[in-house]
């Protein structure tokens, strides 16, 4: 059997699996966004089309754009923080290696709420840090952490962080080592070796955590509801209103689809200009 | 490594137009199929599944759907080891996602709507009928309950819990406070305000604030309120349900919150009059919670059987959950733990003259929500 | 040709050559994830240390007490639902694993015309919020008449862990040299065999990897198990959920405690199945080093 037909089989219990049990689902929030709400509360289909003018409602667009802010702050954050990590294990971690890995994983383990809520335990206004910092004397009142933009930037980044190192992991795993060692030998520094070989050897990856992140923290609720201030509001928070307390259905399937189509046009674009760029510098 | 074209990784070969068509089309047909196929919503039902006769007689485990922690755990072994049965829990946590398991199949045998919600299935015929003579308890529920707004002749709810929602706030490091709902921005508390995370909570304060009623609908008295709020926020910490939470970690010295919170914020300090209630002149919202039989219930009667425990055992659940239950066994030993702070009592004089939130359909509730979108983005 | 960092490092100076100044020292990054250690397990230590906390409260700490650990496993309903949790995690992480390798296998070498449609539409779940998934995946359910169950639940978390297995694959296998696939089919070994010593263990990290995020996804979700599941048992998530925003209590934290130790145990099992199950397909291996 040639390769392609064999690589095609295999696309097929995935791929058959996503139709039945994603499209039709996909289908169903495409169908009630044109729907409307009857009286007893529940989503109907119907054909309204303002659903969508709604969601244009120039309201929003600060909500938007906030949201895509976070989630491209926690990316960075997260790269800038997994990366070197990642890289320690990879490089460094000799027979630890797994260990390593364990270790860096093991705190997702632990039920996301109740991580938020220890953290929030440890900078309330009173809580741990704040009593240190008050014995010291550089504060009488506490430092506010909660309840702030940091406050839900720092959540989400708590929250996907192991989503970036483990793909950066995995690709640095699999990179030869002694390509370092001979980008060392030829480029005049440490950074030009970065530049010129791991980088691109482990783009791949990189990029990899990146979509992962990038994309659910646009939609996070919980870390700006649990950790954020009135001016938090975030696109995920906007829709789960609408499911959790407006009660309104179509509404709120509106503004996922069109949040939908954002973030995969927005990903097409950066993921065809990345890998143009990759090839460019490879070259 | 070879010069591998790897953005193909990532992106389709040839994206092509055609290939956007197939998705869209595949989507289309989905959406398409799903609409006219079973279609959603229950429809009307009809009234007759409202009319099974039940009995309180132990008929199978309890499943029972419930905000968390709004019973005595004690209460509820009680129960097991009273009846030998089994009280299975499963929690919602605001009342369109319990509606929405409601409408998906499960079958619950007991519900706690609130007066609101109760309104909203008993017009939807979702909810059995309370053989209330056959309850040996329910001399005790306050007569106002015997025929309410939201289910009238009482047939099929029994009301479970009363609330009514203020400021708490720190007494310890607040004493200008003027007993009105505009403390809520209070200066000595610099900053450190939370309102609700609750458009019907916040849209009525401000309705009363700004003189209205609390479920006023106008376009212009919804912007005067919307304008009121908005105008808060620079002041305010948050939009918050954590209240527990925020008032015993110190990030609160103000929260808007109802009386029950209170009481458990209490058991959680330090120092318990350090938390102080009030209920504001303008007007205070009063609501109560309900115990409700959906008609798909598989063992109603166990679920009988335990309003009628319940009620025979409000006291101590009172004293627990921190609301009051509106049974005459509950108000005196409520009022002892409320001992002197009478804000935090539900009265029958304060469900007559308090204002409760409203059943809003159609135009009026879209109206609230717009509001509290504009609130909650601007 | 130098086979770690340290000789590389001696044979460098050997040769007079100036040690760079730069990222890839290990003292700074050791720095770096000593604190990054101290960060991500700061909670941690709270929630673990709290869990043995006598009193209630969150702030002070009383005096060592087992008890909420006896409460909870005297609670029936508690433990049904780690239970429960642990099995829908365990089906999802197999089940979508190996879907999602499968997929991304199939994204990677094959070039006929299913594929962009495929590749768009595993990317979409991605980009779907949580709450709309629960939903729609709970209509869907509603309308075809299934009931809500821990199936209905693992059939939810299934679909939307593939793309995450794709994705983190996808990369790994992109980056393997298909000369070695060609030599040993070209030395008389099936597709099947290239499959298995060839492919397999080049790409397994990037698998276990992908497997272990899911697992970790599938026993913290909330959202999506929420509205999938049924009236019976739940998972533990979504027990907590509710109760926490009421403040945490100690027995809160005894469940993560307990929810962290069971997800440690099915990761070090994971991780030592390879090792237990034998060498067999180690000794071909030639795909990591391949130039």
Redesign the interface.
Known sequence: ?S??R??????????G???L????????????SF?VT????????AWRPENYSQVFDP??V??LLRSVGYAAATVTLCLL?GY??A???A??G?KYK?L?V?????????????????????L?????INGILKDMGMTT??V?F??TPFAVVGGLV?GY???MI??V???L??M???L??AG??LY????Q??RHVTWP?T???V??GS??VF??AV?D?VSA??L????T?MV??????Q???????PF??AL?TV??AF??IF??FY??S???A??EA?? | ?T?R???????PDR?SRRDAFKVGG??????????CGV????GTVDEAATERAIEPKIDGDLVYFNYAQYVDPALVKQFEKKYGVQVRESYFD?M??M??KL?SGNRYDLIFPSAEFAD?LV??NQLLKIPRDKLSAIGDVYPFFDDPWYDPGSEHTVPYSLYLTGLGYRADEIDTMTGSWRDIVNPQA???SFLL???QEVIGMANLVNGYDLNATEADQLSESRDYVVGL??K?????T?TI?NMS???AWIQHLWNGDVINIRYRVDDPSSIQFQKNKEGWPVGSDVFAIPTNAQHPGTALKFIDFMLENSAQNSTWTGYPMPTDSATKPYAELTDGEPELQVSVDDLEKGQQFANL??AD??AW?RT???I??? | ?????AA?ENA?EARGGKP?????R?RF??V??GL??VW?????A??VLFSFNSGKS??NFDGISTQWYSDFFGDQQLRESLIASLEIALVTMVVAT???S??A????????R??PV?N??????????????G???L??FT?IGLRLSLTTII??H???S?S?V???V???L??LNREVEEAAMDLGAT?MQTMRLVVLP?VW??IL??G??TF?LS??D?VLSFFTTGEEVQP??VR??SS?RFG?TPT??A???L??LV??ST??LA?ALPRILGRRGQTVLIG??A?
């Open positions: 059997m390769e392609r064999f690589a095609g089989l295999t696309l097929l219990p995935g791929a699996w996503l139709v049990l994603f499209l039709i689902p996909l289908g169903i929030t495409l169908a009630i729907g009857d009286d007893l509360g529940n989503a109907v289909y309201l929003f600060p909500v923080i070197p990590i890289y320690f294990i490089r460094f000799g797994y390593l364990a270790l860096v994983v093991l705190p997702f383990l632990v039920n996301y709420l109740i991580r938020v809520y220890a953290w929030v335990a440890i309330s206004d009173e809580g741990l009142d506490g506010r909660l309840n708590y962080m192991a989503f483990l793909p992991y995995a690709a795993d699999r030869d080592s002694s370092i060692e060392k030998d005049a520094n440490g950074w070796t970065f050897a783009f791949q990856g990029l990899a979509v992962l994309l659910p939609g609720f509801q649990l954020g201030g009135p001016d509001y995920g928070n906007l829709i789960q209103q499911f959790f307390e407006a009660n309104n259905y709120g399937a996922t949040l939908m973030l995969l990903m097409v993921l065809r990345a890998g143009r990759s090839e490879r070259a | 490594m010069g074209n790897t953005d193909r990784l990532w992106l994206m595949g989507l289309a047909l989905a959406a398409g199929l799903s609409a279609g959603n919503g229950s605001s369109p996602a509606m929405a409408g909203k017009k939807g610099d900053g450190r995370d609750d458009f926020k620079p305010l910490r948050g939009f918050s954590d939470t970690s110190g990030n359909e159609g509730r879209e929500d509290w979108i504009e909650k983005a601007s | 040709m130098s086979s770690t960092p590389a460098r760079p100044k730069d990222f890839d290990p990054l050791r770096l994830m990054f250690l991500t397990f700061a909670p941690i709270v929630v969150l702030q190996v879907l999602g499968l997929l296998f199939g994204l990677v070498r094959s070039r006929n299913l594929s495929t768009v539409m595993m990317l979409i779940p991605l980009v779907v919020p949580e709450i709309v998934a939903v729609t995946a209509l869907l309308q059939l939810a299934i679909t939307f593939i995450y794709t994705v983190i996808r990369g790994r992109a980056a597709r080049a990290p990037a990897a992908a272990l995020l970790a026993f913290d909330f533990l998530p907590i959920y926490i945490v809160i934290n469940i993560g405690t929810m962290m997800s440690i990761i070090a991780l990591k080093d130039v």
